[in-house]
């Protein structure tokens, strides 16, 4: 069995995910629950949870501000929360678990058996300070400056600067990172995925199986699409519908 702590401000969360646990997720047994982020630190003291379901935004500190207590934690994360996109992006960033209330039965066992495979694995301490150390260098800006993140893989996470990525490619279901210097990472997450999560961070989809980051581009040629030529010296399609966009944004733009 696996030993969970549930933090949640509002009882009736507390309850209600309790309830749903006990019920569904057999593998796992509630020790605690928490109402505060002091409340938290001393039951994660005292009951050392291998799991904790961590509500996002609390009175007395968010969830993020209690992960920052721990140097080194040895339980493993699954955020809660019922908003604030400003958070999810971070999560994302970092490639952590979350849970959007209300919970959904089907996504809480699936993030509640990721959690167990990573305990049992004994693979949750290592992952976890590496995503958290990608959330704490996002969350040191106001309202997270994204410059860190984590890359599922194949073989595991690999965590890169986010200014070091020349582009992204579909490849079916997956996604390809070209870096700049010389690797290829590939992501077992679609493009689509990233285009959400990096549009904020300078980059634009020119073609629907690319998408570039826009301080790499070293020219744009022009054509019935066009195309850029990156810093590598890779040429990238525009697509014609994308064109003007483009256009207008580098016109504007400043690196």
């Known amino acids: 069995?696996?030993?969970?702590?549930?933090?949640?401000?509002?009882?009736?969360?507390?309850?209600?995910?309790?309830k749903m646990i006990d019920q569904f997720c057999h593998d796992v047994t509630i020790i605690g629950k928490a109402a505060s982020v002091a409340e938290a630190k001393t039951c994660i003291a005292e009951l050392k949870p291998q799991l904790v379901l961590l509500d996002i935004e609390m009175p007395g500190g968010d969830g993020f501000s209690l992960l920052e207590e721990y140097e080194n934690p040895d339980f493993d994360v699954i955020f809660t929360t019922a908003h604030a996109a400003y958070a999810i992006k971070a999560i994302k960033f970092a490639a952590l678990d979350y849970l959007l209330k209300p919970i959904n039965l089907n996504e809480l066992k699936t993030a509640v058996e990721k959690a167990i495979t990573n305990i049992q694995e004994k693979g949750s301490g290592a992952n976890?300070?590496?995503?958290?150390?990608?959330?704490?260098q996002?969350?040191?800006?106001?309202?997270?400056?994204?410059?860190?993140?984590?890359?599922?893989?194949?073989?595991?996470?690999?965590?890169?600067?986010?200014?070091?990525?020349?582009?992204?490619?579909?490849?079916?279901?997956?996604?390809?990172?070209?870096?700049?210097?010389g690797k290829t990472i590939v992501v077992s997450k679609s493009l689509k995925e990233f285009e959400e999560l990096l549009s904020e961070?300078?980059?634009?989809?020119v073609h629907k199986s690319n998408m570039v980051n826009l301080k790499h581009i070293k020219k744009y040629y022009k054509g019935k699409g066009g195309y850029v030529v990156l810093a590598d010296d890779t040429h990238?399609?525009?697509?014609?519908?994308r064109?003007?966009?483009?256009?207008?944004?580098?016109a504007n733009y400043r690196k």
């Open 1 to 18: 069995m696996i030993s969970a702590l549930i933090v949640d401000d509002e009882e009736k969360n507390r309850e209600a995910l309790a």
């Open 128 to 136: 976890l300070n590496k995503k958290l150390e990608v959330l704490r």
């Open 201 to 205: 961070c300078n980059f634009f989809r």
């Open 243 to 250: 064109k003007e966009e483009l256009m207008n944004i580098l």
């Open 138 to 181: 996002n969350r040191q800006k106001k309202d997270f400056d994204f410059t860190k993140i984590a890359l599922p893989t194949l073989d595991g996470i690999d965590f890169y600067d986010v200014d070091d990525i020349l582009r992204c490619e579909a490849d079916r279901a997956y996604c390809k990172f070209y870096l700049s210097n």
């Open 236 to 241: 990238v399609d525009v697509s014609v519908r």
